[in-house]
């Protein structure tokens, strides 16, 4: 049974501390997401890649968030330093043509 | 700005009842639109999409779209408890690019 896996599923940190969240696709997916979920927000991309290069980062704040594929069966996004806004959670989702399958999430927590 | 729309709920239909959840979008270039189901702590798992005006039927669930008036919308027939969830709508322009979401419609299936 395929799916995506993320790493860790919860994290409570501290505003300043950097968080790094990873992210395995599917096995054979070639396009990956980073989406962001809040209340107020809703689902928002982040950023994505296709065959581990990077596609669009238009969605993150650029001096604090990085992603990055470092191989086709990892994916990451760090955060550095994070910020009580950064409270979210962050699925990540994978896709080869149609459609697009969402990992379980990390629920991340910046005191 | 790229922008679909969902009313946010809850509703509210009883067990056995046709529950209706529609969806409009801003962008013409949208091709495909996707229903995703999201229970209370979990990620989004897709149910369906559509690219072709008309309806699509998936065992209960039927996508509805018309794209000259840029609205989407999901049937679901013989409603359970267990539908109850929040519904999010999508829509993408081409190929496995980002999805934009609307912000869910929460529904409530009551016994």
């Known amino acids: 049974d395929a799916r995506v896996t993320q790493t860790p599923r919860d994290k409570v940190t501290e505003m300043g501390q950097e968080v790094t969240m990873r992210c395995q696709p599917i096995?054979?997916?070639?396009?990956v997401f980073w989406y962001r979920q809040t209340m107020m927000q809703g689902l928002e991309l982040l950023a994505y890649?296709?065959?581990?290069?990077?596609?669009?980062d238009s969605g993150m704040p650029k001096d604090r968030f990085s992603a990055e594929m470092p191989d086709a069966t990892l994916a990451t996004l760090k955060i550095q330093p994070s910020e009580p806004r950064d409270s979210a959670v962050y699925f990540c989702a994978s896709g080869l043509e149609e459609t697009q399958y969402f990992g379980p999430g990390t629920r991340l927590l910046v005191l | 700005q790229k922008e679909v729309e969902q009313n946010s709920g809850p509703l509210s239909v009883p067990e056995g009842a046709i529950a209706s959840l529609n969806c409009t979008y801003s962008?013409?270039?949208?091709?495909?639109f996707f229903w995703y189901r999201q229970y209370s702590g979990k990620s989004p798992e897709l149910i369906m999409f559509i690219y072709s005006n008309g309806d699509k039927e998936d065992g209960r669930f039927t996508a509805q779209l018309n794209k000259a008036s840029q609205y989407v919308s999901l049937l679901i027939r013989d409603s359970q408890p267990s539908d109850s969830a929040t519904y999010l709508c999508?829509?993408?322009?081409?190929?496995?690019?980002?999805?934009?979401f609307g912000k869910g419609t929460r529904l409530s299936v009551i016994a």
């Open positions: 890649f296709r065959n581990r290069a990077p596609l669009d």
């Open positions: 999508a829509s993408r322009n081409s190929g496995n690019t980002p999805l934009v």
């Open positions: 096995l054979g997916h070639n396009t």
């Open positions: 962008d013409r270039g949208s091709q495909s």
